[in-house]
């Protein structure tokens, strides 16, 4: 028999700017999912570069459009649907990437940008896959239309999406290349399966 779910949580505050040390955490109430949302209870959170820049004060969330809580994408179990039948049902372990929130033991996301947990992956790694395989495929792939054979110019190749990027064209057989701001930077696109990596400087 489950537990009922709490009204309160602890999630991570930024009452000021700065380091690390500026994250403290804090209680507030559990959030309820709207129309096509799911609530889920989170296991874990990746750290992206906007986490990063929010924390120091160089990525502010538009009011009213994005929780100030940061976190972009999670992890954990379904445990509440908003209204309007989803695929989801409590209980479904997802990856899911979200308008911040993350860092909270409770997180609203819009149901179509839930995936399952993939096969072979725990909750840990699972939550760091939405921010960066969800750009890369929405960009590479269902805009760009991206084919085995073809070839890709991917820029910033050793930033997370760029290395993801490179990863998925591999895979789907594409030829790969790259641009880097350095020697170590290119060596590390070429391992991950670019054919060439040019250092623009």
Not at 29 to 54: F, K
Not at 97 to 112: F, I, N, R, S, W
Not at 176 to 183: D, E, K, Q, R, S
């Amino acid at each position: 028999m489950t537990s009922p779910q709490p009204t309160t949580m602890t999630f991570i505050d930024l009452p000021r700017f700065g380091g690390p040390e500026a994250l403290v955490p804090a209680t507030g109430p559990v959030p309820h999912p709207g129309a096509g949302e799911v609530l889920v209870r989170v296991a874990a959170a990746g750290v992206n570069r906007p986490d990063v820049l929010q924390r120091r004060g160089g990525y502010n969330p538009l009011p009213g459009a994005a929780s100030p809580v940061p976190g972009l994408e999670i992890a954990g179990e379904v445990v509440t649907l908003g209204e309007g039948g989803t695929e989801w049902k409590p209980g479904d372990l997802v990856c899911a990437l979200v308008a911040g929130g993350g860092y909270a033991e409770y997180c609203v996301a819009p149901a179509p940008q839930c995936l399952p947990v993939p096969k072979g992956l725990g909750l840990i790694e699972a939550a760091a896959l939405p921010e960066t395989y969800f750009t890369a495929w929405t960009n590479v792939f269902e805009r760009g239309g991206l084919k085995a054979g073809e070839t890709i110019l991917i820029h910033d190749g050793s930033s997370g999406i760029g290395t993801t990027a490179i990863q998925l064209a591999r895979e789907f057989g594409a030829r790969i290349f790259t641009t880097v701001g350095n020697a170590e930077k290119a060596r590390a696109c070429e391992e991950l399966g670019a054919e060439r990596a040019i250092n623009y400087r």
